[in-house]
């Protein structure tokens, strides 16, 4: 036996003593580990001005350019550094409200990715050799590919191309709305007509994806708020795939894909049949709706008799409703048709209005100018070509050949925040400033006071030495090519200054002030003439294949795949499937089931522009005869965080030949699908549609709580 | 009474072990108090007070000597010449942070004043090729805490109606000791969450652990 003893008494004496010790140790010695002396440095100023406060944040109005859209901005900064953007409560694009893309626009500007000096053949130049060789390459038949674009930007874009051989602007946005603004232009004669959504009792939506990523999101999303509000408004959706609007919608129609016009007809036909409305001005018109049995559209697009009938019944009964359309040209001729034989022409659409100053004025972009590009540059007729805000060699579908294409234009010039699939096989590749650290204006092309002009302004010192903005490049290749009037100027800011001044009629500094404090000034804006019931052809035609159609679809967050180099927007889940970092292919069920798969099987899409190969997932969310992949992943050279998924637009039909009347990226393109033997999970956020017997949404059926409540 | 108990036989090293973890503790813990000079006073006593309405925390602290590119002398300017701290640290009444002051405040009397000093010619030498000092932070407290000068001023000094802001160094002494004795600064309060704590409990503040880690 051990003469030590450990008993109770001791025992607990010694914990106490060892536990006060820790105690002691804890909470109030002072750590030589977490408390530092001297280990951070503090940088003071050397003469800041009066508001600025190390500690407080600062904020300055800008404007946001991760979409078309142009939305104000308010960045708060401080010591110097952008931290949160939200959006500016006083341009009424926006309304004060920020999507999760502006948000992003954070990191976009702090992306580690950053180009940060200029390459000639992928080796670091100087400035100076960069622009010798532009001025010695770029002289005539120079072409310039942007994305969407206005302002004083634009002005400077048109100036360049007019000293250098007026060559061509081709404005490039994957997702547009040229179905709508074409269809307004023939049928209204005004393109981009103004939408009361907040005033319509129903609206009827035919692959018009209004809160997610159509014309101007934020803007109809305040007024879909107001929509909803007593007396509550009707949302009906027709579409091959759910969108986000689809998924508001009280009422949701699958249709085949490429067929929403179909609907849309039938739709007409059954309120001039069986509601007595009538469309005498648009004789056209009428014969199509007239010969658009249900029984026809059923067959065409699928869609049941029933379900016609409602969307009908609710167009008859609410008004004023609203029909807006983007599926396809035809479909939103239809939709014209049918807001003029609705009586909503005057109520819920009424005349848009523009800025007077028409070199300012916004170009929103096509797949149509792309094509055009790819058409051109292959007969030879583009000698150089600048690319900013676009990247074709991502985005355009095999049919167009844009690798050929490219290769075919001698120089070519790429000005870009980051690299990506473009940018590498330009010749001369400029680092861009980022959307926060560079000057500019933008006249919003929705959803802003008329005449309205938003201003864009630096955030921050630029974080790399070497990029420049936007206007200062174009400023310094338009004194190159001998545009009269710039030699004035030093920079951008300088240009942009002398301009606002003289369309605000003042040279006053605190005027100027004003301007950049409110984000924005208005400039004289007129009315678009309006006319009602140009009686065009609807251009309607049926699709008659009957299998498996490729559908791909824009998705707020990664858009057209511009933002899939964003870590936030890669982790920001789906709308839809709430997937993250990963593709996915939307397969109906039952369509699942024919093909004996399930749920994660890898299968490869084989269309007449090549193959992808990716999971599919099962939802009733699309059309049986649809498969839809969400664009936006599937980047090769993107940076860190690109490189997921797979890319559909790739292999979506170029319609070539056909771009006039139609977006080279519609809807429907013939589809093979087979197996490849491997099944993978993909990750979503709250990965399950199931309650699981939680009883997190308690639910009754209006029948049994019109017993139970007395309801009437 | 007897009751024969079942004797385990103990493990002979436990004993020793436990001896030494307290012989240990009590070395770092006597060694912290000697070097530091850390003398935690618990709650109540409190010598003269010198923030009228405040319990004066008493703790003290053995600060490094920190460098700094400006071997500046808070003992020159704010003992001897009885410069106020808030006309430097001007922040510290509308920010969390109290700031170093920007060299324009320096060079406000420095262009005349004892320019023929080597610090002075330094600190001219950085101004006019438009570079910031990069000064050592020695009163510093870990990321997760944040901690406000300008709620703490709001308490003691303005809002105080005995206190008149000539006075304001005895507010900032609470913390930062008596800054006249020093050349540039040194830490004087241990500034541990136990030292935060007992001010708090003291002077009524907020002791919900999100007004500070949130």
């Known amino acids: ?712 | 009474m007897s009751i024969e108990r079942n004797k385990r036989k103990p493990f002979p090293w436990v004993k020793t072990a436990v001896a030494a973890v307290v012989v240990g503790a009590l070395i770092v813990l006597g060694a912290q108090v000697f070097e530091r000079q850390l003398h935690p006073e618990s709650a109540g006593i409190a010598p003269a007070a010198r923030v009228p309405g405040a319990e004066f925390p008493t703790d003290t602290f053995k600060g490094k000597d920190v460098p700094q590119p400006i071997n500046y002398s808070h003992k020159l300017h704010a003992g001897d010449l009885g410069i106020n701290c808030l006309y430097c640290h001007t922040y510290a009444r509308r920010s969390k942070v109290a700031g170093i002051p920007p060299t324009a405040k320096c060079m406000g009397c420095h262009t005349v004043v004892g320019t023929d000093k080597p610090e002075i010619e330094k600190l001219t030498q950085m101004w006019q090729s438009n570079q910031s000092p990069a000064w050592n932070k020695v009163n510093d407290v870990p990321d997760f805490v944040h901690f406000s000068h300008e709620r703490h001023l709001q308490k003691f000094l303005f809002d105080n109606p005995e206190m008149d802001i000539k006075n304001a160094p005895d507010v900032c002494a609470m913390c930062h000791g008596d800054m006249n004795q020093v050349g540039v600064a040194k830490k004087m309060k241990p500034l541990t969450m136990g030292f935060c704590i007992r001010c708090h409990e003291n002077n009524q503040g907020p002791s919900d652990c999100t007004r500070c880690h949130k």
């Open chain 1, 1 to 712: 036996m051990s003469k030590t003893k450990i008993n109770r008494r001791n025992f607990l004496k010694v914990l106490g003593l060892g536990g006060a010790g820790a105690a002691l140790a804890g909470c109030d010695m002072p750590s030589y580990v977490t408390l530092e002396e001297g280990e951070e440095k503090i940088y003071s100023y050397l003469a800041p001005e009066e508001y600025v406060i190390p500690g407080v944040g600062v904020w300055y109005a800008s404007t946001c350019l991760q979409c078309p859209a142009a939305c104000g901005t308010h960045g708060r900064v401080r010591e110097g550094r952008v931290l949160k953007l939200e959006g500016n409560p006083n341009t009424a694009v926006n309304a004060g409200k920020l999507c999760q893309m502006g948000q992003a626009a954070l990191q976009a500007h702090f992306n580690p990715d950053r180009i940060t000096e200029p390459l000639i053949n992928g080796q670091p130049a100087s400035w100076d050799d960069a622009l010798a060789l532009i001025n010695e390459k770029a002289t005539k038949n120079v072409a310039w590919m942007t994305g969407a674009i206005s302002g004083h930007q634009r002005v400077l874009l048109d100036a360049h191309l007019a000293a250098t051989g007026k060559g061509r602007h081709y404005a490039v946005e994957t997702i547009n709305a040229r179905a709508w603004t074409d269809a307004g232009k023939a049928v209204l004669s005004d393109a981009m007509p103004t939408l009361h959504l907040d005033k319509a009792e129903a609206v009827l939506s035919l692959g018009a994806d209004m809160l997610g990523t159509w014309i101007s999101p934020v803007t109809f999303m305040g007024q879909y708020g107001q929509f909803r509000a007593a007396p509550r408004g009707v949302l009906m959706a027709v579409e091959p795939a759910m969108s986000l609007t689809g998924a508001n919608a009280d009422q949701w129609v699958a249709a085949k894909p490429g067929t929403e016009a179909a609907v849309a007809l039938g739709v007409g036909h059954l309120l001039m049949t069986k509601h007595g409305l009538s469309l005498n001005s648009m004789p056209n018109a009428t014969s199509a709706f007239q010969s658009m049995t249900p029984a026809r559209v059923q067959d065409i697009a699928g869609v049941s008799e029933a379900a016609l009938n409602k969307i009908a019944d609710t167009l008859a009964s609410r008004k004023p409703s609203l029909v807006v359309a983007n599926a396809s040209h035809a479909a939103a001729r239809v939709a014209m048709a049918l807001n003029i034989m609705l009586g909503n022409v005057g109520k819920t659409l009424t005349p848009g209005a523009s800025i007077v100053a028409d070199p300012l004025a916004p170009i929103m972009g096509s797949t149509k100018d792309l094509a055009e590009f790819a058409q051109n540059a292959d007969a030879g007729k583009i000698d150089a070509v600048f690319i900013t805000g676009a990247n074709p060699a991502f985005i355009a579908p095999q049919g167009l050949n844009m690798a050929a294409a490219l290769k075919a234009v001698g120089f070519k010039v790429a000005l870009a925040t980051c690299h990506d699939e473009t940018t590498k096989v330009c010749d001369v590749v400029l680092p861009l400033s980022s959307a926060l650290e560079d000057w500019g204006t933008h006249v919003p092309a929705y959803g802003g006071k008329p005449g309205v002009v938003h201003l864009q302004q630096p955030l921050m010192e630029p974080l790399h030495a070497e990029t420049r903005g936007l206007g200062d490049i174009l400023l310094t290749l338009g004194k190159s090519a001998g545009v009269d009037g710039l030699e004035a100027f030093e920079d951008y800011y300088g240009y942009l200054r002398t301009a606002v001044s003289a369309m605000i009629g003042s040279e006053q500094e605190g005027d100027w002030q004003r301007v950049l404090q409110a984000g924005q000034f208005e400039a004289p804006a007129q009315d678009h003439a309006f006319s009602t019931g140009s009686d065009v052809a609807l251009g309607f035609s049926e699709n008659a294949d009957a299998g498996l159609h490729l559908v791909t679809v824009a998705r707020q967050g990664l858009y057209d795949g511009r933002h899939a180099n964003s870590s936030w927007l890669q982790e920001a889940p789906d709308q839809i499937t709430k997937a993250v970092w990963d593709s996915w292919a939307e397969m109906h069920p039952k369509t699942a089931a024919d093909f004996g798969l399930k749920d994660g099987d890898y299968v490869s899409l084989t269309t007449q522009g090549g193959a992808i190969t990716t999971r599919i997932f099962t939802y009733k969310g699309v059309h049986p005869k649809a498969v839809c992949v969400p664009m936006g992943r599937g980047h090769t050279d993107y940076g860190r965080w690109a490189s997921n998924g797979v890319n559909p637009l790739t292999i979506v039909d170029a319609h070539l030949g056909d771009w006039q009347s139609s977006e080279v990226l519609a809807t429907a393109t013939p589809v093979k699908i087979s197996a490849v033997g491997e099944n993978r999970h993909l990750v979503r956020l709250m990965d399950t549609d199931q309650q699981h017997g939680r009883k997190l949404v308690a639910t009754i059926s209006a029948q049994q709580f019109g017993r139970t409540q007395g309801g009437a």
